[in-house]
């Protein structure tokens, strides 16, 4: 999140954690909106990263012996927590959520020297954790025109994911489908053209069935965050944007095996990447000319990502990309010193 102060530069504490209550009330309507299409397994996901966040943070805090009160208070562990359990799978195994989030707060934030010096986003570090070392797991997304994934209660949802099946007995897998995106790249691959693709009953109007409506809840979060001036305008737009001019390029270039913009914008975690993660104020460009770069380029290698790579969406693996980045692009972009005329 970019949060827009002005001067004196150094944001106090209780600005912090202003800022981060502002960010989990912005998506409390999308948790909403992704209960009700994808299940309780959500609620779960969000619980176990939040608590396992909050214990890690504390932890580490005692072990470099710094305030706890005064850390914990800010919230960055938690919307840590919170953003990392909105990206696991509904009814992913409890021990994902828990070493994921672990392993973000850690490594990708106190090794570093906690809040304010991580390089990476660490929710997206604890993400791509996972996804390269359990793809099976990290692929079972629940089917959400499934009448067995709308018939489990919260307690069925629970036993799912600390059990691994479902109460009849079943695999999470019965209620599991390729994700929309999955569902694009490999027909393509395998010559389907997309009209025909999207026929299936994991698509909607314009995106995936149900995550269309999330995406388009958190985009009115991520609205709302842009007029209270908690984010600024230049990484959302920039990453939406280019998004969307290169899925509209290659749309008509060839139709059949390339998806329209509308598609890529409200499927998979466009959205969330664009307001909630691109915008972490540590980890991206802070000048005004590098943040339109930044939120470019994580566009750019998403669509890059989606449509050759490897994975299906590429948001986390873009973030990272450029985080790396992020300190070239502001040595590059700097504002002109007041009364400067050239270097010297």
């Known amino acids: 999140m970019t949060a827009a102060v002005g001067s004196p530069f150094i944001t106090p504490a209780g600005r912090v954690s202003a800022v981060m209550r502002q960010v989990l009330y912005a998506l409390v309507p ?45 919230g960055s562990a938690l919307v ?18 828990v070493l994921g989030t672990a392993f973000a707060i850690v490594a990708a934030k106190h090794l570093y020297g906690g809040l304010g010096f991580n390089p990476f986003n660490p929710a997206m570090v604890g993400f791509v954790l996972l996804l390269i070392s359990f793809p099976k797991d990290m692929s079972m997304w629940p089917d959400p025109v499934s009448p067995q994934l709308h018939a489990l209660g919260f307690l069925d949802a629970w036993h799912a994911v600390f059990a691994g099946y479902l109460p009849g007995g079943a695999g999470v897998d019965a209620v599991s489908s390729a994700t929309p995106l999955d569902a694009v790249r490999t027909g393509v691959g395998l010559g389907h053209a997309v009209d025909a693709i999207r026929k299936g009953d994991v698509f909607g109007l314009f995106g995936g069935t149900g995550s269309e409506w999330v995406n388009l809840a958190l985009l009115g979060g991520g609205l709302w965050l842009l007029w209270r001036r908690i984010v600024s305008w230049h990484i959302p737009v920039a990453l939406l944007a280019t998004l969307a001019l290169l899925a509209g390029a290659f749309h008509l270039l060839s139709p059949e095996r390339y998806a329209d913009p509308a598609f890529h914008l409200l499927t998979g975690a466009s959205v969330l990447g664009a307001f909630f993660i691109a915008t972490d104020p540590v980890s991206a460009a802070t000048t005004p ?45 700097r504002p002109r010193l007041f009364g400067q005329v050239g270097s010297s």
Do not use: H, K, Q
């Open 80 to 97: 840590t927590g919170v953003l990392l359990g909105l990206a696991l799978p509904p009814l992913a195994p409890w021990w994902l959520a």
């Open 30 to 74: 999308a948790t909403a909106v992704y209960v009700y299409w994808f299940g309780w397994g959500v609620l779960i996901n969000l619980m176990l990263a939040s608590v396992t966040a909050v214990v890690a943070e504390a932890l580490m805090l005692w072990v470099r012996r710094r305030p706890l009160g005064l850390f914990l208070a800010d």
């Open 289 to 333: 000319r590098g943040r339109l770069l930044y939120g470019a380029g994580i566009g750019a290698f998403t669509y890059i990502i989606r449509t050759w790579g490897g994975y299906p969406d590429g948001i986390a693996f873009a973030v990272l990309l450029m985080n790396l980045a992020a300190p070239t692009i502001d040595a590059y972009t």
